[in-house]
Each structure stands twice: as structure tokens, then as C-alpha cells.
């Protein structure tokens, strides 16, 4: 009982529950009745448990589709397009150096040592995250280590990787991941359009990419 009241507070919250960031309170809402105590309570506030997949992370969104509701949806798309994207990219180009399928999985691990090991070696690595200009507060002469530690930091406040060693700086990526996949699919497909309040129309059919509240309720 304890973990499904969490479980809702993380909800209330605007977080993502997965099995890497709260696994006792994705265990709560993978049980079909704790699921079913979930949905009833955040029906009787006006939203909805959302899920991308069978497998993929539980959210809040939004019951009711409206003025600000879309206000919210459009300002996060431009969110990820801006900022998230970029980040995510840069990950998946250090994937892609190693030897490895690019595409980001919940559970898959970083070390910031090994970012930076891997920048200072690789000058596409180096170039990528140079080109991302709106990193809060860096500077393009500022050293890879500085720079890794901001990119981190963007991904982890935005609860899309978790802090697992703080000794070692070890961080995992999360269920959230599937989420901002799918809305940079959205984002690509619709970018002429995203200063165009009419993008949001779009949303309606594709309900799980309602946002969920940037704030707890």
C-alpha cells in the first residue's frame, strides 16, 4: 500500500514511473489493482494514468484537452526540439562510436569519466556536443568535463537518466526515454508548424503525448 501511495505522489508529482527511477512504485501500478486505485484517483482530479507501452513508464497527463493544456503541449515540444534533443543526439552519436545500437533503452548506463575519455578522443564526439549552444551556461571554450557535467545534469533534471553511483558518477537512463522518442517523432515530423497553435490539433490523436502537469496538483 505504501509503494502505490508513493506511486501517486510521483504522479501528482509530474514524474515518470519506471522500473529504473522507482521500481517499487512501478511495481505498485504494474498490479492490476493498484492500477485500477490509480486511475480511479486521478479521474477524480481530472487526469489520467498514461503509458506509452505495455513495458514503458507510467505518467500523469492531462483528462481534457484545453487553451492551456495545448499552451503547455506546444511549449514542450519546443522544449525537446530545443534543448532535449540535442542532448539525447549527443548520447546517441557516443553510442554509435562505440560500437553500439545509437537509440537510448531504459537501463542502459553512462559514466561521466568515460564521456569524457570518449570526447577528448573523438572529434565528432567533440563537435556534437560543441554545436550545443544552449546548454545552460556553457561556453564553447569550456573544458569537455565541464561540458559533460551540464549535459548530464540537463538529462537528469529532466528525468531522463538517473544518478546511481555519486562516487563514480554513474547514471541510467530511464523509462522516460520511450516518451521523448516519441515526441521527437512528433517534433521532426511537425517542426515548420511548431509556432503554429494548429500543431496541437495534432496532438488530440495521439492522447499519450499529452504532457503531463509541469507542477504537482
Avoid at 521500481?23 to 504494474?30: I, S, T, Y
Avoid at 482530479?45 to 503547455?72: C, N, P, Q
Wanted: charged letters at 25%; a negative charge; aromatic letters at 8%.
Amino acid at each position: 500500500m505504501y509503494s502505490l501511495s508513493s506511486a501517486l505522489k510521483r504522479l501528482a508529482e509530474g514524474e515518470f514511473v519506471c522500473a529504473v527511477a522507482y521500481p517499487d512504485e512501478f511495481a505498485a501500478l504494474q498490479d492490476a489493482a493498484g492500477r485500477a486505485q490509480a486511475e480511479t484517483w486521478l479521474e477524480a482530479i481530472g487526469y489520467r494514468l498514461a503509458r506509452l507501452s505495455d513495458e514503458g513508464a507510467f505518467f500523469m497527463a492531462h483528462g481534457t484537452v484545453t487553451t492551456d493544456v495545448r499552451a503547455k503541449v506546444r511549449e514542450e515540444l519546443r522544449t525537446i526540439r530545443d534543448r532535449l534533443q540535442p542532448a539525447v543526439e549527443f548520447l546517441e552519436t557516443l553510442r554509435q562510436a562505440q560500437g553500439r545500437s545509437p537509440q537510448l533503452q531504459p537501463g542502459d548506463t553512462f559514466w561521466e569519466s568515460e564521456i569524457v575519455e570518449a570526447v577528448r578522443g573523438n572529434v565528432m564526439l567533440e563537435r556534437r556536443m560543441n554545436e550545443m549552444r544552449d546548454v545552460h551556461g556553457a561556453r564553447v571554450s569550456e573544458a569537455a568535463v565541464d561540458r559533460v557535467k551540464r549535459i548530464l545534469a540537463l538529462l537528469e533534471q529532466s528525468g531522463y537518466l538517473k544518478e546511481t553511483n555519486p562516487n563514480h558518477k554513474a547514471f541510467q537512463v530511464t523509462g522516460k526515454v520511450l516518451y521523448v522518442y516519441q515526441l521527437l517523432a512528433f517534433v521532426n515530423e511537425n517542426t515548420p508548424h511548431l509556432a503554429d497553435s494548429s500543431v496541437v490539433d495534432q496532438v488530440d490523436a495521439q492522447p499519450d503525448l499529452l504532457a503531463p502537469p509541469a507542477a504537482p496538483v
